[in-house]
């Protein structure tokens, strides 16, 4: 168990991590400041009244604002053509809803779970697939909230991993997360805690010594990160992963596939090899893009996809490749993009078969 004072002496670092936060974009009304035009300041503002935003500044820093196409930009910034949703487009693409028993927690998978201490992130990217939950929840972290959901994984001793999403839960303070850990380390069939953040690429000092003591405990510990282009690769990110290597956690990265960012194998490429030699984080994940609202700009074709992952196992090693796969509406969880799974296509619409074994239509849906 952590101790209070073990979390109180390792907590200098913070002032570090809520300046960035303090000095980047946070409402609506800090796009003023950006170096936008006047066009692209009102789409911006009108585009963060619908969905939030928020972007701290380190990860703010790296935007070239001389490139109205800069992919750092395009994963942040809000435009116009987030409004525009397109047919076949789904508010719970990848069927939350429906598995979630108790709130804040979905169980689609026997042996673990997903659990949302928060519906707040350190940076709010425009391609996320729970926009819609996160702009119409907007809650916090509170004791109480997460009751019922602990309260179920203790019923159910099939669960051996408990997922940490949301929302971000690297956003929450040290104290909430060693108190989240310790009573999820007290349910004897958990074996492994997972979380799934932004943080170490957008606010990477946030990963602090006292982060790291409140994560530390009886359960293995997995961090999957969320690195989309080699530019996010940078000395302060390099240092956040270090840390949490040193601290014994297991580190993956989920990349999504994105029209404009990383949709070239040379950038692909350069990802997937500095992610593992310089910051010792294995690419896990490549997905393609949810149904998620107004994203049809972003989205590439599975054929396109299929293609990129085609070339990448031919330039790299092994342990440098993810798994292309595809979160499948209601429910069906995440698949490999590989033949096994396609049972075929007509005109745009595949038909994939799930790890249910059911097969489900996925009809593309791209600009």
Known sequence: MTSDANLKQAAAPDAAWQDDVRAGVRHVRDLA?????????????????????????????????????????AQVIPSSQELVATEGELDDPIGDHAYSPVPRLTHRHADRVLLFPTYQCAVYCRFCFRKESLTSIGRGYTREALEPALAYIAEHT???????????????????????RARIEAIPHVRLLRIHTRVPVALPARITP????????RLMVTVVTHFNHPREITPATEA?????RQAGFVLLNQSVLLKGVNDHVEVLEELCRELMYRLGVKPYYLHHGDLAPGMAHRRTTIAEGQALVAELRRRLSG?????????????????????SHIEGCEEGTWRIRGQDGKVREYREVVE
């Open 210 to 217: 006292g982060l790291v003591a409140a994560l530390q405990g």
């Open 319 to 339: 342990i440098c490749n993810p798994t292309y796969v595809i979160d499948l509406p209601e429910g069906g969880g995440k698949v490999p993009l590989a033949a």
């Open 158 to 180: 099939e669960i051996r991993e408990v997922i940490l999403t949301g929302g971000d839960p690297l956003s929450l303070p040290d104290k909430a997360l060693a108190e989240i």
């Open 33 to 73: 400041a950006l170096p936008l035009s006047p066009a692209e300041r009102a789409a911006a503002q009108e585009a963060a009244a619908a969905h939030k935003v928020r972007v701290p500044k380190p990860y703010l820093d790296l935007i070239d604002w001389s490139d109205p196409n800069d992919p750092i930009r």
């Open 240 to 244: 956040a992963c270090r840390t949490m």
